[in-house]
Every structure is written in C-alpha cells, then in structure tokens.
C-alpha cells in the first residue's frame, strides 16, 4: 500500500502540460472570462490581425516544466460568426486540437471562441503571436483549403516529438499548419524534415522516473516517439521560431490587468 501511494503522488506530480482540454471546470466568473477574452479580442483587432497564435495557462504555473509558459496553443482566425438569432457578426474563431474527452490519447479538431479557449483557464493571462501579414494570410488560407483536417494525427501524447509524426499535440499541429502555409505544401514528409533542419524544440525539464510512470499510468502522456532528450514544440519555441526567419510582427503576454510583456 505504502508503495502504491508514493507511485500515486508521483504520478499526480507529473509537471506536463495538460491543458489541451475543452470544457474544463472554470475557476473564475462568467463576466471576469468574458470580460478578459474580449480584451485579447480588442487587442488582436487593435493590431490589425486576422490571424494569429494564441496560448492560455491551464495549469499552475508553478507546476509546468521550466522554461514553459503556456499549456495549449491554437490559431485564432477573424471570421464571419452565425449568431443563434439568425443574424452574423465578426469575431475571432479559435481553431484547436483537443484531447477527446474519456479517451485522452486521442485528439479532436474544435472550433470555438475566445471565451470559451479561456473557461479553465488556471491564469487570466493569454500568449498572442501575431505572424506577418503575408503569413496570415497564407494561414487562413490553409484552414480554407481543409488543410488542418489533412495534417490532424488523433494519436495524441502531451509530449509529442515535432520531429516524427508518430503523436500529436496542439501546438505541433500548429506548427504544421505554419509551415504548411509557409512553404505552400501539405506533404508532411516534407514538413517534418523542415521541422528538423529549421525549428528548435523546447527541451522538457522533468525526472524520467516521472516521465516512465506517466507512460505507464496516464493516457496520453507517453514518451516512446523520443530518444534521448526530450523535446516538444511550445507556443514559446513556435514564437522563436517564426521571429527567427523574420516571419513573425510580435509575440506578447497579455494579462487581466491590462500589463503587456513580451514573450520572446
């Protein structure tokens, strides 16, 4: 028993980046979510942005792995919204790869808004990248053309390897649709060789012992598309990225209180 317990406590010390979930139980008020996701809305507007990289805390952060920032990553698109009164209006669509609820080793592609991508938000803190303007518009091209759907893997591990396409994550799924856009192809062949000569990886500081007991306990952790170090890809590493080929206008920290930091 002993035993059991200490195996236990390890595993829900995990320090993983869970938090591509959808309908997680909110911590904070209705009108104090809405409130802030439309704040990240008037400033991604104020910034001219059609589309841009998005990323929410939905953990403590004190338990995430040093160096990361953010749990979930997800593209937001201005677009034309069906209201249920029949009418339209404009508003950003967030585009997510999420966790399939009861079955965490697999993923689902979700459309939904911006109050809802911060309901279990664990900080009202939001990660907004805004890509050039050429690349947005790539990028939204991409999502019309069905692209995501085509480059979605629904085997997922929190720890996806962005070098192989064995799992998924969200912010690897986004990162092929980047490069999809930037280099005009949906052949992942081609877009995991150039995630390997190109991107750099966010290391994951962690235990191994850790890393084998969630493998072994928890449904979509697992670490067998890795050798060696392990490495993911991150809002952070994806904003890095897309800043050192010049294709990125910003990359900031946007919190309730109005205080903007960078990211980079």
């Not at 309908?23 to 990240?40: D, G, L, R």
């Not at 998924?168 to 092929?176: G, P």
Request: aromatic share 10%.
């Amino acid at each position: 028993m002993k035993n059991l317990l200490i195996i236990v406590l390890f595993i829900f010390s995990l320090p993983v980046m869970a938090g591509s979930k959808s309908n997680s139980e909110a911590i904070y008020s209705p009108q104090q979510i809405a409130t802030f996701a439309k704040q990240v809305e008037r400033y991604a507007a104020q910034q001219g942005a059609r589309a841009f990289i998005i990323g929410r805390i939905g953990r403590d952060p004190k338990d995430l792995p040093k160096g990361i920032k953010y749990t979930h990553t997800a593209v937001a698109i201005y677009s034309n919204i069906s209201l249920k009164n029949g009418q339209s209006a404009k508003g950003y669509v967030i585009h997510n790869l999420y966790q399939r609820h009861g079955q965490a080793n697999k993923s689902d592609l979700v459309t939904d808004y911006p109050v809802d991508f911060f309901w279990g938000a664990q900080r009202l803190t939001a990660g907004i990248s805004i890509p050039t303007p050429a690349l947005q518009q790539k990028l939204i091209e991409m999502y019309t053309s069905g692209a995501a759907k085509k480059l979605h893997n629904e085997n997922y591990s929190v720890l996806a390897n962005p070098f192989n396409d064995r799992y998924q994550n969200c912010t690897e799924h986004t990162l092929l649709l980047l490069n999809a856009a930037i280099y005009n192809t949906t052949d992942t062949n081609r877009l995991y060789a150039n995630n390997k000569a190109y991107f750099a990886a966010q290391r994951v500081h962690t235990s191994p012992f850790k890393l084998m007991l969630g493998s072994a306990f928890i449904k979509g952790v697992t670490t067998a598309d890795h050798q060696g170090k392990i490495k993911t890809a991150t809002f952070t590493s994806i904003a890095r990225y897309l800043n050192t080929y010049q294709l990125l206008e910003k990359s900031i920290r946007l919190d309730s209180d109005g205080k903007i930091s960078n990211n980079l």
